[in-house]
Nanobody, 114 residues
Framework: QVQFVESGGGLVQPGGSLRLSCVAS????????MGWYRQAPGKQRESVAV???????RYTNSVKGRFTISRDNAKNTMYLQMDSLAPEDTAVYYC????????WGQGTQVTISS
């Protein structure tokens, strides 16, 4: 059974940085297209970044140039480096396949506020 555990969220001031981690069990990142998603209060969950099995990356326009998706194959862990954070980045962040086909994890809360 596929399971994802996200971590690394927190409260940071605008302009700050965070690095999120996603540890997976039951799946292998290098074989699958993977993604980071987020859901802000009152909004639908949206795709933020995608990392394909061949190493290509895609980002939603609002995070291009600020967020970087990567993975550590040996640890079966995926990361999302988030820089120049803004209040509109506040959301619960999740990882999953791209498109998402596995059960969602609990996510990690990211709050950007001064």
């Amino acid at each position: 059974q596929v399971q994802f555990v996200e971590s690394g969220g927190g409260l940071v001031q605008p302009g700050g940085s965070l690095r999120l981690s996603c540890v997976a069990s039951g799946t292998i990142f290098t074989r699958d297209n993977m993604g980071w998603y987020r859901q802000a209060p009152g909004k639908q969950r949206e795709s933020v970044a995608v990392l394909t099995s061949d190493g290509s990356t895609r980002y939603t326009n609002s995070v291009k140039g600020r967020f970087t998706i990567s993975r550590d194959n040996a640890k079966n862990t995926m990361y999302l480096q988030m820089d120049s954070l803004a209040p509109e980045d506040t959301a619960v962040y999740y990882c999953n396949h791209a498109p998402p086909i596995a059960p969602w994890g609990q996510g990690t809360q990211v709050t950007i506020s001064s």
